[in-house]
């Protein structure tokens, strides 16, 4: 076993690493990292643009180049999230928190780095696992049916409201809120319409970037815009910027989250179904349960960093697990990954590792290349990036929100999606002044469909008998872990700490 | 000012030009003049993306132009089939069209803002895709006639899955379920992966599900192929019968794809699309591609597409009708 391990992983290093090979991977990673700063072009749109560019190579340098992008844009995201609070896809807003609140303190070079290092490990853990468990972890995945991915998906909702830094009551709001602009759009089980008041557009609900960009981006610079006195603080936060690189105190720091952050990310990510948004917000969520002082989190805690990105980058690794293995899609980048492979005339399934070995390893052995590419390609760049945030409003502004229009009409190419992100805008702003925390909204948003879809697909299959949930045992120790996690909430002491969390907040 | 004015004069000039360029015979002769846009209702990278993908490029180096493919999902394919529907019918803009975006849409939506056989002048079909009925390999039924006296002998009690409510994979199982008299219980997923990924899983028993999708599962071994929904059977899968050589004769369900332009495309443009489509779908290189992906290729003739798209919007309007389908 071990030995055709190793064999394996020979024949896939020599595919990846042949020079054609490489560059393509070369490619595929810068050309993702510059399309991923652009805020609003996720990884979905990046990889839907330059699928026609892989129509003319050979399957195997197709498939390393698009996934190249994929890690690249993934990555590329994380840096705006950092540098200006704009989250490039759904994980990365939880990287926003206090990747942004760093970058406001002028270390917005530590968090960088720490987001790359963090991601090469969790990199490299993650393709270590593919080689070695790819197969029986995806045996493992199809166990989970509607119950489990309903109770996961409780659970993951409890622990959104662990990671709110102000009030409990309007961490709830923002949860509640967000489940309700994610019913938006059609039913799954009736087809009806819900909230679309007759807008076509609005048939396949309100897409991620609308929401993120809206609340996020958008909200983010009104807030600047509003008075002179913000425009001053910037430019003491310009003169303060000081060293790129971590120090030895942040790798401490962030030595345990990275590991830890890999971990939750690998168990997530082997599961088909919002796999990298869950991971980075669990991931989150253990690092302030786990640290001395949870008040740091949300003010530049570096842990806050390097966890949700670490989390982030293991699952888009072991996303491959299921795609691969089974063909089956792990979200919209990988059905687009998937496509590509049936344009090269590949049927995407369980026989692509026996019928095609040089594709399937060369492509983990190209994932971990494209790892170590994308730290050598963004250390040097993270003081590029920081100039970034020198250029002076009123340019940096206006291309903000250029590119975020052209990123919102990419994902659709529908107009409304332009007016919808304006409006989540404002009510973002509103958010800002009234002192709500958007992300457990877009958590809310992001799980809510998947959390109804599964609801009601296990009360479907089990003929509206509810104690399916108990009986089956993976879903059971999800609600015993749910039922945990509200017993810390409740009890006093823990919510003294969290009062005085706010009270340090609200002096601030 | 200055700009404003130079604004004016140019779509003044633009306007001129397209006024200038009428008449439609000399239109038709210099066609095409610039790039097309085929739109395609469905995203990047899924099976009717990919059909139209493999054609346009083929179809561009035939007329001179490119042929450049516009994704405009959403809705099951309803928002860009409209946007083809109100597009300037001077054969610069087309669509692909198939049995989702012509047949099942505007029969199972309340409300669809284009009529499939009023709004648009049919081409040819190029492929058509098969439907395969699958079972997890833990039911007990090795055939279809097996699986129908399972289903009767414990009414309600069998799941199966489908992409979504009101496709195809949905229409295929129900008119199983009304033809064989059984009872088979619907459980909608989101799309054709997150279905097998069930069906694979157990969660559910069977899937009538596309060819290109559970053709894979069923050659490892990992789901039971029981029957083709096809008139013909599968040469990926000669030993498995269709649905009516086992006992239910008529029965046919696949997903056809066409081409389709906005109605009032100048009848020389058509022609000669459809020479041009018909030459592409008729090459064996092209053939052998299809197949790749689970299609075969089909052509046709704009009327046999028309008689086509009546016949089955009343077969599956039945269905949906006594399904209870209804989309809005």
């Known amino acids: 076993m071990d030995a055709d391990i190793i064999s394996n992983l020979a024949l896939g290093f020599s595919t990846a690493v042949s020079p054609i090979n490489l560059f393509y991977c070369f490619i595929g990673v810068l050309v993702g990292t510059l399309i991923g700063v652009l805020p609003g072009i996720g990884p979905v749109a990046a990889v839907a643009m330059l699928l026609p560019l892989t129509f003319n190579l050979d399957a195997v340098g197709a498939i390393i180049m698009l996934s190249g992008i994929y890690y690249g844009t993934q990555y590329g995201g994380s840096t705006t999230a950092i540098l200006v609070n704009l989250p490039g896809e759904s994980a990365s807003v939880v990287t926003c928190m206090d990747g942004y609140a760093m970058a406001r303190q002028g270390r917005a070079g530590p968090a960088l780095a720490i987001a790359a290092i963090g991601s090469f490990f969790a990199g490299t853990v993650g393709t270590i696992l593919v080689a070695l468990l790819g197969p029986p972890l995806a045996e493992i995945a199809l166990k989970f049916g509607a119950p489990e991915y309903f109770s996961l998906m409780v659970m993951a909702l409890i622990a959104a409201a662990v990671l709110a830094h102000g009030s409990m009551l309007k961490t709830i709001c923002m949860i509640v809120l967000g489940l309700l602009v994610g019913i938006v759009g059609t039913d799954v089980n009736s087809g009806m319409s819900r909230f679309t008041f007759g807008a076509s557009g609005l048939a396949d609900g309100l897409s991620f970037v609308v929401v993120a960009m809206g609340l996020f981006g958008f909200a983010e610079i009104l807030c600047n815009l509003q008075d002179k006195a913000d425009t001053a603080s910037r430019d003491i936060l310009n003169q303060k910027i000081t060293g790129l690189m971590p120090t030895a105190a942040d790798m401490k720091a962030a030595f345990g989250a990275i590991v830890r952050g890999t971990a939750v990310g690998a168990f997530f990510g082997t599961l088909p179904g919002g796999g990298p948004t869950i991971s980075a917000f669990s991931a989150y969520a253990v690092e302030k349960k786990l640290a001395k002082d949870p008040s740091r989190f949300g003010k530049g805690a570096i842990e806050g960093v390097a966890a949700p990105e670490s989390a982030n980058n293991a699952a888009v690794q072991c996303a491959f697990i299921t795609t691969l293995t089974l063909g089956i899609p792990h979200g919209a980048t990988m059905a687009l990954l998937l496509g590509a492979l049936t344009i090269q005339g590949i049927a995407p399934g369980p026989q692509v590792m026996t019928q095609r070995p040089d594709l399937f390893w060369g492509l983990i052995a190209s994932m971990w290349i494209g790892n170590a590419m994308l730290v050598i390609l963004n250390l040097p760049l993270v003081g590029l990036w920081i100039k970034l945030l020198k250029v002076p409003y009123r340019f940096l502004f206006p291309a903000i929100m250029v590119f975020m229009a052209i990123g919102v009409y990419s994902v659709n190419n529908l107009d409304l999606d332009i007016y919808m992100t304006i409006l989540f805008g404002v009510l973002g702003y509103i958010f800002i002044k009234l002192k709500c925390e958007p992300a457990p909204l877009i958590l809310a948003f992001v799980l809510g469909p998947l959390m109804e879809e599964n609801l009601r697909r296990a009360l479907l299959i089990s003929r509206g008998d509810p104690t399916v949930f108990i009986t089956r045992p993976i879903s059971a120790a999800f609600l015993v872990a749910t039922a945990l996690l509200l017993a810390f909430m409740i009890v006093p002491s823990f919510r003294k700490k969290r009062e005085e969390a706010v009270a340090d907040s609200e002096a601030l | ?328």
């Open chain 2, 1 to 328: 000012m200055q700009t404003k004015y130079k604004m004016k004069t140019l779509v003044a000039g633009l306007v001129a030009a397209a006024v200038l360029a009428a008449p439609m015979t000399t239109m038709a002769q210099n066609y095409p003049t610039k790039p097309i846009r085929l739109i395609v209702a469905f995203p990047a990278g899924g099976s009717t993306d990919i059909i139209a993908r493999l054609v346009a490029q083929r179809l561009g180096e035939k007329l001179g132009q490119q042929v450049i493919v516009d994704n405009r999902g959403g809705a099951g394919g309803t928002i860009g089939t409209e946007i083809a529907a109100r597009a300037a019918p001077d054969g610069h803009t087309l669509t692909m069209g198939t049995t989702s975006t012509h047949v099942i849409a505007p029969a199972a939506y309340a409300k669809v803002n284009y009529d499939p056989v009023k709004d648009f002048d049919p081409i040819t079909l190029v492929a058509s895709t098969p439907y395969l009925l699958v079972l997890h390999p833990g039911v007990k039924a090795n055939n279809l006639k097996e699986f129908i006296a399972l289903a009767k002998s414990q009414p309600g009690k069998l799941n199966y899955a489908s992409a979504g409510t009101g496709s195809t994979t949905q229409l295929a199982m129900e008119m199983l379920n009304r033809a064989a008299g059984i009872d088979v219980v619907h459980v909608p997923y989101n799309g054709n992966g997150p279905a097998g990924a069930a069906t694979l899983g157990g969660q559910v028993q069977a899937l009538f599900g596309s060819m290109p999708a559970v053709l894979p599962h069923a050659q490892a071994g990992r789901l039971r192929a029981i029957a083709v929904g096809t008139a013909q059977r599968s040469p990926a899968l000669p030993n498995v019968p269709t649905v009516a050589e086992s006992g239910f004769p008529g029965f046919e369900v696949s997903l056809w794809l066409g081409f389709f332009a906005p109605k009032g495309t100048p009848k020389p443009i058509l022609t000669r699309l459809q020479k041009e489509l018909t030459d592409i779908a008729s090459n064996p290189e092209m053939k052998a591609q299809f197949e790749k992906n689970g299609a075969s290729a089909v052509t046709n003739t704009p009327a046999e597409m028309n008689t086509l798209m009546k016949t089955e919007l009343e077969k599956y309007g039945k269905v949906v009708k006594a399904a209870g389908i209804s989309l809005k």
